[in-house]
């Protein structure tokens, strides 16, 4: 990953994280227990779906490009 890249990608979890706080009820975050359970509950529900599914539809356009050629 350049470094460009890593910066871009910081900023984008920055932002990510903040929503997930903004809609995290404050007694989940009460503990380390409980912000590592509302992280993974979170990121499992909102972010890892859409992350597969991207890299799913990246890869049928790759797929496609190889046969078509």
Same mark, same amino acid.
Request: no cysteine.
């Given at each position: 990953m350049t470094p460009e890249d890593k910066k871009r990608l910081e900023a984008h979890i920055q932002e990510i994280a903040l929503i997930l706080y903004q809609n995290t009820p404050p007694e989940k975050i009460e503990t380390f227990e409980g912000i590592e359970t509302a &992280? @993974?509950?979170? &990121?499992?529900? /909102? &972010? %890892?779906? #859409?992350?597969?599914?991207?890299? %799913?539809?990246? @890869?049928?356009? @790759?797929?496609?490009? #190889? /046969?078509?050629q």
């Open positions: &992280v @993974r509950d979170q &990121v499992l529900e /909102h &972010v %890892s779906p #859409k992350i597969a599914f991207f890299l %799913s539809e990246k @890869r049928q356009e @790759r797929q496609k490009g #190889k /046969h078509g």
